[in-house]
């Protein structure tokens, strides 16, 4: 499973990629508003930068509905850098844009997919990642990750090539389940990624031999 950062910030993306873990970096327009970035030449900017920092695909969103404006947009973005994944969201001129986009070999991750049946025609679409949303399906009293499931069995059992980028990732466990089920890309916020280090026997044990390395030297 690939480990994606779910940010902006590029201090963030800095210290998940000088581990070597970072495959890749995933933004939305409330990751960028959060970061400060404004005005499409600050966005072009940011996104470059991001790009020149991590070897690996950056999604970038078009922050427009309708189908002329996202292929637009779509393409604009794209040619920010080749490793640009443009995100468009789950609704009906959306997967009208992925098909176009991805006709014309631009890249693209389905946004805000909360159901199979969104993953479905996101795949049929075209679209390389498809992203379903665990975190707020959980928030809603439902399970994130029998989605997960749901759409990797689907995915297998047709064939389909599309890749599930599992997103809103909340916690640590979640990247453990998403594993498990079979998720191509997990993305994630940095304390989430920073959480799977941690085990107290790990310090404990760290804190003895560290004690006793003193009495051999
Ligand atoms: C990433 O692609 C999504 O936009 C992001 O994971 C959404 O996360 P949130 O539900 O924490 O806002």
Request: some cysteine.
């Amino acid at each position: 499973m690939k480990l994606f950062i779910d940010t902006a910030n590029l201090d963030e993306i800095k210290e998940v990629n000088e581990m070597g873990l970072l495959n890749g970096v995933t933004t939305n327009p409330t990751l960028m508003a959060k970061v400060g970035v404004k005005g499409e030449k600050a966005v072009v900017g940011h996104y470059r930068k991001i790009c020149e920092m991590v070897d690996g695909d950056i999604s970038a969103e078009v922050t427009t509905v309708d189908f002329q404006s996202m292929i637009e947009e779509g393409q604009k973005l794209a040619a920010i850098h080749p490793n640009i994944v443009v995100k468009i969201p789950m609704i009906k001129d959306g997967v009208k844009a992925i098909k176009w986009l991805t006709d014309k070999g631009i890249r693209v991750n389905t946004t805000l997919v909360f159901s199979a049946g969104q993953a479905i025609l996101a795949a049929k679409a075209g679209a390389v990642y498809v992203s379903p949303f665990i975190g707020r399906i959980d928030d809603t009293g439902w399970d994130g990750l029998e989605l997960i499931s749901q759409i990797a069995n689907i995915y297998s059992v047709q064939h389909y090539t599309t890749q599930i980028l599992a997103a809103s990732i909340r916690n640590s466990n979640h990247i453990i389940q998403c594993a498990g089920l079979g998720a191509h890309v997990c993305t994630c916020p940095l304390e989430a990624i920073l959480g799977l280090l941690k085990h107290p026997l790990t310090d404990i044990g760290l804190a003895k031999f560290m004690e006793d390395a003193k009495k051999s030297k």
